[in-house]
């Protein structure tokens, strides 16, 4: 079996000996040039492959690498129908990803500074330019790094690649907006970077550019000083050039797992994978929807092949870690507001908005910009037009969903000094281990705090919302909410990821409010409860332990019903 690509982004690498599982993305080189747009923009959400395909882009049109071209690009598309300006110029490439963005603005600036200058100093080594090194040390500035490159290689023609433009200023904006409109107003580094860059396409120097990240904010907040870009991201024939299509994970899942594994059950296999990390739609009109390429490289490579079983973890700590990083910029404008956007977008399973042109952050920051937010990041995705560039939105997938309810937990925690997430794991493995106690007590703990605080408000959504919060820290379960089994819909079901784990459960959530009969709804309850037992694929679920939580402002009570 072929190596898996995971956390490997050199084209090179991957293709020279022809050991890796590739996914031959090198038709939209073509579909590229066939724009006829010299300077262009793609943005997708985190870890879908981004950087992989600059990688091949790099190769492609580096005049340096021509000489192993035919090596390099084996066996795919463009090899076969190569493009006219294959091998035809000098690569800069910038890659924004690593800068420390914890220690403040100083050394953002530094970091910012020094990146610049590291990629200059590859480019001289790469064509002849070393004598123009040493004089690198005593530029103070990323402008001055810029200008003095321009001047040294002024006769080159210069294809510009930059890999996750807006990954530092996505930090310093969830930081601070002040600090952000300082660096992309005029006169801030980030701005006048960027107004050299359009300085050298007007010279012609720059023949071509291509240009990733997640948010067009920062291209926005630049304004004139950088509006040569075409954005690409939406384009209905780029939908997949990042991201696997269905076709594409069949292929990766043919040439591992199904080799090596032979009896496992394909169709469930296509089933979980979906639901996990499949979802994404980039264009209304567009053929499919695509999976997260890095996530579904990560379940191939950590599948147990031994026991041909899924992997314990279906995600991977680093690509969490990752997500909830950007997380932070939830907290742009009024985060008590977009905390609402978020508790209805969990609540309903969907929420309708529109996909804004071009962000303003001068003016407010209002829900439209949130929601246009949420999209670019991955957090929601078109699930349908419905009028006049109106979209309902949905959540992705899985993975997305339980990070959605990791962040309500620890906002829930922030907001209320709770310290429900200090024992979490503890709590949930007494759970699985039919020990409910600490956990009703954790959850009576939130709901007294939060119904009490806004008691009147509070509704069984709400009392929804806190339970998925707090069991999405259990990564041993996979947690259905609100699934339809024949038509009906239990609230919550718990299912252990491994058949070892001791109790499944399901829960069914009342709330009572006011002067609402206790007796009544907890008849009505048990009734609701017995009735999904007797469905087939409820009844089918072994170890299944069902109850039925009445809560109120007052707390839970947890009713077992056999």
Not at 407 to 425: C, G, M, P, Q, S
């Amino acid at each position: 079996m072929k190596k898996i690509i995971y956390g490997e982004s050199n084209f090179r690498k991957i293709k020279i000996n022809n050991d890796y599982l590739y996914i031959d993305k090198t038709r939209y080189i073509e579909q590229l040039e066939n724009l006829n747009e010299n300077f262009v923009i793609f943005l997708r959400p985190r870890r879908f492959g981004k950087s992989l395909f600059l990688s091949t882009l790099q190769y492609y049109y580096d005049e340096n690498s021509k000489s192993e071209f035919d090596e390099i690009f084996q066996d795919t598309y463009i090899a076969k129908t190569p493009t006219p300006l294959k091998s035809s110029y000098k690569i800069l490439f910038f890659e924004f990803s690593g800068i420390n963005t914890d220690n403040g603005m100083e050394l953002i600036y530094e970091g910012f500074k020094e990146n610049i200058k590291l990629s200059i100093i590859r480019y001289f080594k790469n064509y002849g330019y070393r004598e123009h090194i040493d004089a690198l040390d005593s530029i103070k500035s990323p402008t001055g790094l810029m200008k003095y490159f321009f001047g040294a290689i002024e006769d080159d023609t210069v294809y510009l690649l930059i890999d996750e433009y807006d990954q530092f200023a996505n930090a310093i904006l969830a930081h601070s907006m002040e600090e952000f409109l300082t660096v992309v107003s005029k006169g801030g580094f980030v701005r006048s970077f960027y107004e050299v860059l359009k300085g050298a396409t007007q010279t012609g120097v720059v023949k071509q550019m291509f240009i990733t990240g997640v948010t067009p904010i920062t291209l926005d907040s630049l304004s004139s000083g950088f509006n040569i870009v075409s954005n690409i991201s939406h384009h209905e024939a780029f939908n997949a050039m990042a991201g696997f299509t269905q076709h594409e994970v069949e292929y990766s899942l043919n040439e591992s797992i199904f080799q090596l594994c032979k009896s496992i059950d394909k169709k469930r296999l296509f089933s979980k994978i979906k639901i996990w990390y499949n979802g994404y739609l980039f264009n209304h009109q567009a053929d499919e929807r695509v999976y997260n390429a890095t996530l579904v490289n990560y379940f191939i490579s950590q599948f147990d092949y031994k026991r041909c079983e899924f992997p314990i973890k279906m995600l991977d700590s680093n690509v969490a870690s990752d997500y909830r990083t950007i997380m932070k910029l939830f907290n742009i404008g009024d985060s008590d507001k977009n905390y609402e956007i978020l508790e209805k977008l969990i609540e309903n399973n969907s929420i309708v908005g529109s996909i804004k042109d071009r962000y303003d952050l001068s003016k407010s920051f209002n829900q439209e910009d949130f929601i246009t937010l949420l999209y670019s990041m991955g957090f929601i995705t078109i699930k349908d037009e419905l009028f006049g560039g109106t979209f309902e939105f949905q959540i992705p997938n899985y993975v997305i969903k339980m990070l959605y309810f990791n962040y309500f937990a620890v906002e829930i925690d922030r907001r209320n000094a709770l310290n429900i997430t200090t024992d979490i794991n503890t709590i949930l493995i007494k759970l699985a281990l039919g020990e409910l106690a600490p956990f009703e007590n954790q959850l009576n703990i939130a709901i007294k705090a939060l119904s009490n605080r806004d008691h009147q408000g509070f509704n069984e959504k709400h009392f929804h919302v806190i339970l998925l919060a707090l069991l999405s820290f259990a990564e041993f379960y996979f947690i259905d909410s609100q699934p339809e089994k024949n038509n009906k819909y239990p609230d919550i079901l718990l299912i252990g990821r491994d058949p070892r784990t001791p109790n499944n459960y399901l829960f069914e959530l009342k709330w009572i409010k006011g002067k609402e009969d206790y007796n009544s709804i907890k008849k009505e309850g048990i009734k609701q409860v017995e009735g999904y037992l007797k469905l087939d694929k409820i009844a089918s679920i072994p170890k299944l332990r069902s109850y039925l939580l009445i809560g109120s402002k007052d707390g839970v009570e947890f009713v077992e019903v056999a």
